[in-house]
């Protein structure tokens, strides 16, 4: 009997998306944003706001894991570039953490 092989083990991807959010309608972008995250698939790691010149900046730290981790970040960078009173988005890539 053949002995079975272990699942492909994936580490979780982990990276950071710094946005310009206008100041008078942050509330609700970043509610709209926190829904695609959730929706997507992905995990909300943590969420920096800081005021700046022209409206609010805000770093989002996102995770996906399994074998579609990379695809699931993609879609939700393209998702969250959609969404109105998002001015600006930039995607800081970070190495996946060791569990």
Known sequence: MPIPKAAAYH????????MRVEAGSATA???SAL????????????VVMAP???GM??????EAEGEEAEDAL???RMRLCNVIGILKIRVMPRISRPR
């Open 74 to 76: 993609v879609l939700c």
């Open 11 to 18: 580490s979780p991807m982990e990276t950071s998306f710094k």
């Open 52 to 54: 700046g010149a022209h």
């Open 57 to 62: 900046n805000v770093e989002l730290t996102v």
């Open 35 to 46: 829904a695609i995250i959730r929706r997507g698939g992905v995990q909300l790691r943590g």
């Open 29 to 31: 972008a970043l509610e």
